[in-house]
């Protein structure tokens, strides 16, 4: 059941058009992430959902609430929102303890004393800060600092959760730390997500569904799973994961890639009347076998732990073979013959 709706929701900044008549629901204890490149949208509707803009056209509402609407000339200011927020700044204040960093949101909302008390030591407690209670944030850590502006979202009871890169600005292991706390957290207190990011392993990590964005325009909303297996369009298997791309040329009869020797899988059908196309593959969809869809010569050969990562020249173009470190493997320099597991095959390249 939906909890969180955006119907036709756009944003217009000047001649740019940076949120285009968006529609989105999102279900009551759901993390949502929205994924795309700078520029494309994301933030923008985390800002409209917060309250921090307003709309150019459509709706926002959570629950039964109505929380913006331009057309009916209603808007809902972000302090009564009552949303979690966590931003990519920790915007903690280091002249106030960790306790009331935490507390602060509660005195705002002139909370009873005994109630503040109690949900400032659950919040810190469900974020493994009770230690630090009386410390300075100053003290802590990259990942205690994100932990203070956790608790202090936790701490107001959200229904929702709104986090802009939170763990951008943290290391790669504190990252992954987090991505697993905020999970847990999310999972114990049932409240929704929406997570904004431009790190793929964040959101496939963390999500139960994903929005990719492109110019202010959704592209897909579906399952992790799904995004990466079965990609609306180029754009979006181009932005997930590692791609390759071959020009291609042919007719009804016989297909290459460009400046190559004929290739041995074909496009579907309907799509040969185009005369040039892209195939796409992923560098771990990739076989080397004695005879396969092409032929080419490797350029180059890195070791990356348990992958070794392999450029291969075909025809006039480069593509990325990634195969496991326990498989056998052409050096630099040799001849091979390349098998696509599963090739996608699409009209043009996207624009950037």
Not at 253 to 278: F, I, Y
Not at 304 to 332: A, C, M
Request: net charge neutral.
């Amino acid at each position: 059941m939906s909890y969180v709706r955006l119907k036709d929701v756009t944003k217009i900044f000047g001649s740019v058009k940076a949120v285009d008549r968006l529609n989105l629901e999102i279900g009551k204890g759901e993390c949502f992430s929205m994924l795309g490149p700078s520029g494309c949208g994301k933030t923008t509707t985390l800002r409209m959902v917060a309250g921090f803009e307003d709309l150019d056209d459509g709706e926002i509402h959570v629950g039964d609430r109505l929380l913006s609407s331009r057309r009916k000339g209603y808007y809902l200011p972000p302090e009564k929102r009552d949303f979690g927020m966590v931003f990519q700044a920790f915007a903690v204040w280091p002249h106030l303890s960790v306790y009331e960093n935490v507390a602060f949101p509660l005195r705002i909302r002139k909370v009873p004393q005994a109630e503040l008390e109690k949900r400032v030591k659950d919040a810190l407690a469900a974020t493994n800060l009770l230690e630090a209670a009386n410390k300075s944030p100053d003290s802590l850590s990259g990942g205690g600092k994100q932990r203070v502006a956790l608790a202090r979202a936790l701490a107001i009871n959200p229904d929702v959760m709104l986090l802009d890169e939170p763990l951008s600005s943290l290391d790669p292991h504190l990252r992954e730390e987090m991505r697993f706390e905020i999970k847990d957290l999310q999972r114990k207190y049932g409240f929704s997500i929406i997570y904004v990011t431009h790190d793929q392993a964040e959101a496939m990590a963390l999500s139960d569904r994903i929005l990719v964005m492109r110019k202010g325009v959704a592209q897909q909303i579906d399952t992790p799973m799904n995004i990466y297996r079965k990609p609306a369009n180029q754009f979006v298997f181009s932005f997930i994961g590692l791609s390759n791309f071959l020009d291609t040329e042919g007719d009804a009869a016989a297909w290459r890639v460009r400046g190559a020797d004929a290739l041995a899988t074909l496009p579907p059908e309907e799509m040969r009347r185009h005369g040039k196309l892209s195939l796409a593959s992923r560098p771990l969809e990739i076989d080397f076998v004695e005879k396969g869809d092409v032929s080419g010569v490797v350029t180059r050969k890195s070791f990356l732990g348990d992958i070794i990562d392999l450029q291969v020249k075909v025809g006039d173009q480069n593509i990325r073979v990634q195969k496991s470190r326990h498989d056998r493997t052409p050096e630099v320099g040799e001849n091979c013959d390349l098998k696509f597991l599963r090739p996608f095959w699409y009209e043009t390249l996207a624009e950037d």
